[in-house]
């Protein structure tokens, strides 16, 4: 069966130090791979998403970007974060191709920055 | 750009009792998706749907996925205490990225 995992589940952060979430997934191969935010307990915003090694794009300008070194394995980072970076950041997969391409989510992780 | 009306935002609900929540869109979407989210955890898939007219169940949860392709309710039969939570729809219009379009979500609370 395939997992999802992301981490650190919490997380303050100063403004203006760089931010690292990772995130993998087991038990697939060549999987979508997906960061969504949320606020608030509210509203799922794509913020990235990946169809393949390296090959990243993004859904909203931000101070984040995304980085996929290897198939199973999703990076968000910050050089510098904003206070407006808090959140509750979700991981997410899906298969390659198929019938309705079902997106599971990881555990999240929060953001706080102080 | 695709929006996805979720409605009612809240709910506030005896246990016992059964709850209806419905997204509405004006496009047309190939699947639906209905997933529960608890405090500082991610969204859970509950029910997937592939096929317009297509009724599922889990458990007391029935979806259904709109004639039209346009909307979707999900239904949860005799509520109890651990269905609080916030349900939110999802639509995919397509594409093999699979990129999902989300309702604002429905929290809902029931009181034992």
């Known amino acids: 069966s395939q997992t999802i995992h992301q981490w650190p589940a919490t997380l303050v952060q100063p403004v203006g130090s760089p931010l690292s979430l990772e995130c993998t997934v087991e038990?697939?191969?060549?999987?979508?791979l997906y960061w969504y935010r949320q606020a608030a307990g509210r509203g799922l915003q794509l913020l990235f998403y990946?169809?393949?090694?390296?090959?990243i794009s993004s859904e909203v300008p931000q101070n984040l970007s995304a980085s996929r070194p290897q198939d199973r394995q999703f990076i968000l980072s910050s050089k510098k974060l904003l206070l407006s970076d808090s959140g509750f950041y979700l991981c997410?997969?899906?298969?390659?191709?198929?019938?309705?391409?079902?997106?599971?989510f990881g555990e999240g992780s929060w953001l706080t920055v102080v | 750009g695709q929006q996805l009306n979720q409605s009612p935002q809240s709910m506030f609900i005896q246990e016992g009792e059964d709850v209806s929540m419905n997204c509405t869109s004006s496009?047309?979407?190939?699947?639906w998706l209905w997933y529960k989210q608890e405090p500082g955890e991610g969204p859970v898939l509950l029910i997937a749907?592939?096929?317009?007219?297509e009724l599922t169940s889990n458990g007391r949860l029935t979806a259904q996925f709109g004639i039209t392709r346009k909307d979707s309710f999900l239904n949860i039969s005799a509520s109890i205490p651990s269905d609080v939570g916030i349900y939110f729809c999802?639509?995919?219009?397509?594409?093999?990225?699979?990129?999902?379009?989300f309702g604002k979500g429905t929290k809902l609370s029931v009181k034992p």
């Open positions: 997410a997969w899906s298969r390659d191709s198929g019938l309705g391409n079902t997106i599971y």
């Open positions: 038990g697939t191969s060549n999987p979508n």
């Open positions: 990946s169809v393949g090694i390296g090959q």
């Open positions: 496009s047309i979407f190939n699947t």
């Open positions: 749907l592939y096929k317009a007219g």
């Open positions: 999802a639509g995919q219009i397509g594409g093999s990225q699979g990129n999902l379009i």
